[in-house]
């Protein structure tokens, strides 16, 4: 039973949550703990979400709050990396998970492949519908090949402000357009509020659809190739320094590897005559990178 601390690249990014969103947490992380630090039985929903991944699965808990989810993962043997947009209810969940627990915005997300599975808890529900889309393609990219997500929002179709906080509502149509193309809804029902009646959850498990040509290619990649390829998720090019930088190499280690990756038919030089190398992925690399900045 561990916790494993996985420290993603992060880019620089404005947060996505707005900020009397993450500040209303911030005020009410003690409140917050007190309400929900017992952790439950096996409810229902772990166990769909669990049911889905392999006995020893790594699990990214998105918006852990004050870890409560991510707990009850690690008492099963599950190894998790947790993280919350809110300083405060970060705290209390380092006081949960022994400090392996990281603070950051669901936009500075950047794994690629990493997990078996992502629990969303009452997270997703506080992005703006605008920017839903490009988290959902985050969340993708951190999902290995067939990787299993759990979300859940609050049932309706609409915006809210509530409570000092943003809600941005789903149901079993508006939820749809943000999963085309990535995510293969396996499981969708609704739930009481167990706090309240006047409200109802959607709970969505989905499965990260992955072509067969894409996942040929993919293993092709060895791991430094992989963390290159990350970059393209937010560059249409990036230069002979973003990678050197990236993986931490000498000036002739990194142009010799950059040489043979145009030689295998990795990357692509953008301009040859200009001694500063950029570089673009070849084409059936690029055919399949997810772009954050579409």
Not at 139 to 165: E, V
Not at 249 to 262: D, E, F, I, Y
Request: with cysteine; proline share 4%; glycine share 4%.
């Amino acid at each position: 039973m561990k916790l494993l601390f996985l420290l993603p690249l992060i880019l620089m990014a404005a947060p996505i949550i707005k900020s009397n969103t993450i500040e209303y947490y911030n005020k009410n992380a003690q409140a917050f703990y007190e309400r929900t630090k017992s952790i439950p039985k096996m409810s229902e929903l772990h166990t769909i979400f669990l049911h889905h991944l392999p006995q020893k699965a790594l699990i990214l808990d998105a918006g852990c709050g004050i870890g409560r989810d991510a707990k009850y993962f690690l008492t099963l043997g599950h190894t998790v990396f947790a993280f919350d947009a809110s300083l405060e209810m970060v705290k209390y969940a380092k006081e949960e998970l022994e400090d392996n627990v990281f603070s950051m915005t669901f936009q500075e997300l950047t794994f690629y492949e990493k997990f078996d599975g992502i629990w969303a808890n009452a997270s997703l529900l506080h992005i703006p519908y605008e920017e839903t889309k490009e988290v959902y393609k985050r969340l993708y990219n951190a999902l290995k090949p067939g990787g299993i997500l759990y979300a859940s929002y609050q049932y309706g179709s609409s915006h809210r402000f509530y409570d000092n906080r943003d809600f941005y509502d789903m149901n079993e149509t508006t939820i749809l357009p943000y999963f085309d193309g990535l995510f293969k809804i396996i499981e969708l029902h609704k739930t009481p509020d167990a706090r309240s009646l006047d409200r109802t959850w959607l709970n969505i498990v989905a499965r990260k659809v992955v072509p067969s040509d894409k996942t040929t290619l993919m293993r092709k990649l060895d791991l430094r190739q992989r963390r290159v390829f990350l970059l393209f998720h937010d560059f249409e090019v990036v230069t002979s320094s973003q990678i050197k930088e990236l993986l931490c190499l000498q000036p002739s280690t990194n142009a010799q590897l950059c040489a043979t990756w145009v030689k295998e038919g990795f990357l692509e030089i953008v301009d040859p005559s200009n001694k500063g190398r950029k570089y673009k992925l070849s084409k059936q690399y690029e055919d399949i990178v997810v772009k954050h900045l579409k």
